[in-house]
Every structure is written in structure tokens, then in C-alpha cells.
């Protein structure tokens, strides 16, 4: 297994429970595919470097897994075609 991490952007609009359950989403989606979660660091509300959508902010999270090679790609899959996903890049970890 391989060691990748996730950034993305959910839209800022959304409340807790909402944000929380996107979250939930993805990281069940890593686990169901095989993979552990190491970490899931909540940034919080940042401001975008650049307006995306007409919106200046985002909810920015950070996720650190174990995965074997094809988990990556589906969980790009994943974020790609959810709405609430302003940005996301998921990259292999190299320690």
C-alpha cells in the first residue's frame, strides 16, 4: 500500500453537519476501497488565492491515507462529480 494525501476545497456555504457528512463521504470511500485513514485535518474556511464560482472562500481539508494503487483514481472520480468539491488534488506521498 501507498501513502497519498488529498487536498480539497468544499464550497463555503454549506453548514456543519453538511461539511461533516462531505467528509464522511470521501473518507468512506477510501476505506470501503481498502484503504486506512491516517488523518483527516479540517483547515477550516480559508480565502481562495483566486475567485472560484464567484466565491472568495472555501473549506479547505486535508486527508492523509493508505491505499493500494486504484484508490486514487476513484476517489478523484468521486470529487470530480460532486457539486459541493470546488477544488481537489490527491497526490502520492513520498516520506
Known sequence: MNKYESLY??????NEEDNASVINK???IV????GEIEKVDE???RRLAYMIDYK?????VLMVFNAPGEV???LERNLKNDE?????KVTRHHA
Do not use: C, H, Q
Open 72 to 74: 486514487p483514481a476513484e
Open 43 to 45: 483547515w477550516g474556511k
Open 26 to 28: 470521501f473518507s468512506g
Open 56 to 60: 472568495t472562500e472555501g473549506y479547505y
Open 31 to 34: 476505506t470501503a476501497n481498502g
Open 84 to 88: 459541493r468539491i470546488m477544488r481537489y
Open 9 to 14: 476545497v468544499i464550497v463555503p456555504d454549506l
